[in-house]
T-cell receptor, first 109, second 113 residues
Framework: GQQLNQSPQSMFIQEGEDVSMNCTSSSIFNTWLWYKQDPGEGPVLLIALYKAGELTSNGRLTAQFGITRKDSFLNISASIPSDVGIYFCAGLNTDKLIFGTGTRLQVFP | DVKVTQSSRYLVKRTGEKVFLECVQDMDHENMFWYRQDPGLGLRLIYFSYDVKMKEKGDIPEGYSVSREKKERFSLILESASTNQTSMYLC????????????FGQGTRLTVV
């Protein structure tokens, strides 16, 4: 089945650093969603993007819907220990959600 | 707040048992999904339901079936559980359309012994 290419696969950073991750696809999407998953829990929606070029923030998180509609980016500024988890992108172009492979983030004090 | 609730957080079943995983959402969403999540493989779609009594196979439907008799409830059925179905199962729902958000339940970790 189709999955989006998400990179990096994992990141090990120090508290206070900024983080960037991205998601690319060969298909066009109408909506990009970014989720965070804590260990043993379901993914929680962080940011939703609906228009090409759109830049949306949620606290220290900023996400962008790529102009080509084939990619999206998530940035986390000034990371803190509770940012630890797995981040997933998801694209929608029909009623089906297509997920990225995930970025595992570790934050060291 | 949207609430998607999965009936069990943890489940242990024996090989060959018929297993029911239940998911209920309270926002009148048309679309509901079942995924399984395994280390290194991401989220893989098992089944998808557009609306009541409507279902579509996802990427890995073998060994599973689903039931959607009421709009708020989407059940995943393991006809005869096997050890390779040990996994984290995630249910999600959203309203129909492409400019929408999807919400997940808390997950069910199923172990088949």
């Amino acid at each position: 089945g189709q999955q989006l290419n998400q990179s990096p696969q994992s990141m090990f950073i120090q508290e206070g650093e900024d983080v960037s991750m991205n998601c690319t696809s060969s298909s066009i999407f109408n909506t990009w969603l970014w989720y965070k998953q804590d260990p043993g829990e379901g993914p929680v929606l962080l940011i939703a993007l609906y228009k090409a070029g759109e830049l949306t923030s949620n606290g220290r998180l900023t996400a962008q819907f790529g102009i080509t509609r084939k990619d999206s980016f998530l940035n986390i500024s000034a990371s803190i220990p509770s940012d630890v988890g797995i981040y997933f992108c998801a694209g929608l172009n029909t009623d089906k959600l297509i997920f990225g492979t995930g970025t595992r983030l570790q934050v060291f004090p | 707040d949207v609430k998607v609730t999965q009936s069990s957080r943890y489940l242990v079943k024996r090989t060959g048992e018929k297993v029911f995983l239940e998911c209920v959402q309270d926002m009148d969403h048309e679309n509901m999904f079942w995924y399984r999540q395994d280390p290194g493989l991401g989220l893989r779609l098992i089944y998808f339901s557009y609306d009541v009594k409507m279902k579509e196979k996802g990427d890995i439907p073998e060994g599973y079936s689903v039931s959607r008799e009421k709009k708020e409830r989407f059940s995943l059925i393991l006809e005869s559980a096997s050890t390779n179905q040990t996994s984290m199962y995630l249910c999600a729902s959203k309203i129909t359309g492409v400019n929408t958000e999807a919400f997940f339940g808390q997950g069910t970790r199923l172990t088949v012994v």
